[in-house]
């Protein structure tokens, strides 16, 4: 357990750290829509929960608490995720709550997928691949038909954000089928460095994104936009 502690330690570090850069970033930006704080709570809620990962593998907490923890942020962080991708291309909130709650079948199931053995597991695993399907289909359709009504820099903004979390998600059930939950072809050490590999360019990454293109496109999510889609 000692390189689990080493990876859940080291990651939520720089969640946390990158909570803080984010957070000092909104509150110096010129311009402060409400969508922005989506970027640090992102980050932020993963680098507690991977601090309670880490203490669990240390035996400070419960033990094996790991995957109730993972699980946690991902259920609270990826709908946040998907929230911020549907703000970014304009869309309403009919919308982007369907996106939203397809995200959290997904993980809910892959949650059951994880945990119950047996038939059950797999019956989780095929439920959370429809969901993900079904996401990756508002996202590349309908949320892609929103976003083309933008401005340019507003439209590849989107586009860049949407496919970094498009094809780093494909990875995750990939990992699932090869990692300790399905076929065993992956060690639980180097399971657990490639998850949190990915959840840190997945949350990091996309935040760094929005970030750097902020100020090309300032009135990219001004708060009429915020209001609009969740009123």
């Not at 509150?27 to 990962?53: C, D, E, F, H, N």
């Amino acid at each position: 357990m000692v390189v689990e502690l080493g990876v859940f330690s080291v990651t939520s570090a720089i969640m946390l750290v990158a909570t803080g850069v984010f957070a000092l970033w909104y509150l110096t930006s010129s311009q402060k829509p409400r969508s922005y704080l989506l970027l640090p709570a992102i980050t932020g809620i993963a680098g507690v929960l991977y601090a309670v990962m880490a203490l669990s593998s240390a035996g400070t907490i419960g033990q094996n608490v790991i995957v109730e923890a993972r699980y946690l942020d991902w259920v609270l962080t990826t709908p946040m995720i998907v929230a911020y991708i549907g703000l970014t291309a304009g869309a309403d909130k009919r919308l982007i709550g369907k996106a939203m709650a397809a995200d959290a079948v997904m993980i809910a199931a892959g949650y059951v997928a994880t945990t119950v053995p047996g038939t059950v597991r797999w019956a989780g695993f095929a439920v959370s691949m429809l969901a993900f399907v079904y996401l990756l289909y508002l996202l590349v359709t309908k949320v892609t038909t929103v976003a083309n009504d933008r401005i340019p820099a507003v439209q590849s903004t989107f586009r860049t954000i949407r496919d970094l979390t498009i094809v780093l998600w494909c990875v995750y059930p990939v990992l699932w089928l090869m990692g300790p939950t399905g076929f065993e072809l992956v060690r639980v050490a180097d399971y657990h460095f490639v998850i949190a590999s990915l959840d840190l360019t997945a949350k990091v990454g996309f935040d760094a994104i929005v970030a750097a293109r902020a100020a090309r496109v300032s009135t990219m999510l001004d708060d009429q936009t915020f209001s609009g889609a969740l009123n």
